[in-house]
């Protein structure tokens, strides 16, 4: 996977409000850039004010944008590249993430771009993994899966690293050229466990050598000051506890297990 760099206008340039998503829990706005003689540039971003982040019970105010922050950070650090380009800046309505939108392959249906989906138990095709069992409108048996995509089975490992709490599938998507990207970070890096995923059909089983490799890169960045660059985005407990996770994962290249003690999955799933 290729990196995916922070272009120098998402810093600089200014930035102008479109409108917001209104679907999203916390204040999202689409903005639209102009360099310094507001000649437009042709990317949009998603901007979230830290001043429109709600209160949550199991996270510290204040912190939401710098975790999107941080995901973006790790993904690139380890070689992964699938979060889009992501800081932290001043903006119309004070600081906030600013992330470099991303437009998605239409043809592809739902808004996991067809990597979740519904199936009745019978007929769950080869190349997809089931998820959790359910049942249709006439209490029929069906079975939620994921599709067995490699990029998504890289994305769950970089969920596991980051800790995810809300890897729903609105928050996958693939682009016109076949690109995977994840969004909505905002609730990562907590240093209590609280992964919780659509993507948990490779659980136990053995992470590629590739994603090994991305492991192996993470560490050898957190170890050489990567940590104190994440200290601007996270507290001290939480920068350890990404670093241990990341080499739980090197020394014993497993997928995690599902958790019994607590509640799997994102609400809603999609």
Not at 97 to 107: G, H, M, P, T
Not at 160 to 184: M, T, Y
Request: charge should be negative; proline fraction near 9%; charged fraction near 25%.
């Amino acid at each position: 996977m290729t990196s995916a760099p922070v272009p120098e206008w998402l810093t600089t340039a200014t930035m102008e409000i479109e409108g917001s998503l209104r679907e999203a829990s916390n204040l999202t706005l689409r903005v639209q850039f102009g360099d310094s003689d507001q000649e437009r540039v042709p990317t949009k971003a998603v901007y979230k004010p830290i001043q429109g982040e709600q209160p949550l019970d199991d996270f510290p105010e204040g912190t939401l944008a710098g975790r999107e922050v941080t995901a973006y950070l790790v993904s690139e650090w380890g070689g992964w590249g699938l979060v889009p380009p992501t800081i932290l800046r001043d903006g119309p309505l004070g600081l906030g993430s600013v992330q470099i939108w991303v437009e998605v392959d239409e043809s592809l249906a739902g808004p996991a771009s067809g990597l979740l989906d519904v199936f009745p138990p019978e007929g769950l095709e080869e190349g997809w993994l089931p998820l959790v069992q359910a049942q249709g409108p006439q209490g029929e048996p069906l079975v939620v899966a994921h599709a067995d995509h490699a990029q998504l089975a890289s994305l769950a490992v970089l969920d596991a690293v980051l800790n995810n709490a809300d890897r729903k599938a609105a928050h996958i998507a693939l682009d016109p050229r076949g690109r995977l990207w994840g969004f909505d970070h905002g609730l990562c890096a907590h240093d209590e466990p609280k992964l919780r995923s659509v993507l948990w059909g490779w659980a136990g089983q053995k992470i590629t050598d590739a994603d090994v490799a991305r492991l192996q890169k993470l560490h050898d960045h957190l170890n050489d000051g990567g940590r104190r660059e994440l200290l601007t985005y996270l507290d001290e407990a939480e920068v350890e506890e990404l670093a241990v996770r990341a080499d739980l994962l090197l020394s014993d290249p497993v997928y995690p297990a599902l958790p019994t003690d607590r509640y799997p999955l994102p609400w809603p799933l999609w």
